[in-house]
């Protein structure tokens, strides 16, 4: 027993050893990758269920690695946040979907509004670019509601950290803002009150089991009764099948967004498939 544990430890401090490495050669690579625009945004539709209309879409970041393809934010976010890359790419995807934005109002004439993901971290510490993003909106002509930002629960439990007034300031410039993830997190539905949202996305792991599981189908009932007479509207994510979308749009959800529509999509491809001239 003594020879395992002994193996175990060496075992641990190798995979330990390997893992340092790994990880510092990601971060070298993250300070190469904006200059070297290996970022791309992925637009994924966000459908209105009782329309079937698209006038939202969520961006989603790649990395398109030179060696190893496309990481997953998943893995490349929480490095980004401890080295404090999160701020410079942050800014990098609120001036692409700024653009983005413009460009599409430009070339089809409609306004689809893009959500862009910000982490508790970024949102809190990122306040001396906000000055710079409102004037760049102005710039492009794309008004405040041309943006949402989507925020997480843990977000809004940090009170201290003057989390109410950044939001105000997104909301006075017209910038909409959605709660991601709803119902994963340490919930409080305290703050549903003090804070003014605009969107609550229901998480995936409440919609997956739709069809077959009754109690999802009760909690997503009365979170849509809840968002509703607290003003905010709903958006299921993670639909994948025509039944789970079926029973959304039963049960008076406002938007869908997940595989059963589309892919995130590259802006060619999102252009092809929601802004041809034959779409609405
Ligand atoms: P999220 O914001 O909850 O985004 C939804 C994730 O679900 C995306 O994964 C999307 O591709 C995936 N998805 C969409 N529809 C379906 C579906 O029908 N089924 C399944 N199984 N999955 C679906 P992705 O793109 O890998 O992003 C993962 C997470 O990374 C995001 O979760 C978000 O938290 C974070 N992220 C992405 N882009 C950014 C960014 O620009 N900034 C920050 N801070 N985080 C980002
Ligand atoms: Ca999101
Ligand atoms: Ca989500
Ligand atoms: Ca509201």
Redesign the pocket.
Known sequence: AKDQGRNRFNYFTASMQEYARYRMRLIQDLRQALERCEFEL?F?PIVELGSGKVFKA????RWNHSERGSV???EF?PVAEDTGL?FEI?NW?FEQAARQSAAWRKAYGREVQIS????PI?FRDEGNRFAEWLELLASLEVSGSGICI?ITEGLLLDAKMGVSDKLLAYRDAGIQVSL??FGTGYSSLAYLKRFDIDYLKID?SFTRNLETDESDLTLCEAIIVMAHKLGMKVIA????TAGQAEILTRIGCDYA????YS??LDIEGFEQKYLGKHQV
């Open positions: 992925r994924q969520e961006a989603l970041l997953s934010p998943a976010i999160i942050g995807v862009i993901n910000k982490s970024q989507e991601d993830d995936q994510e993670g639909v994948e967004q997940g595989y059963l892919q995130p």
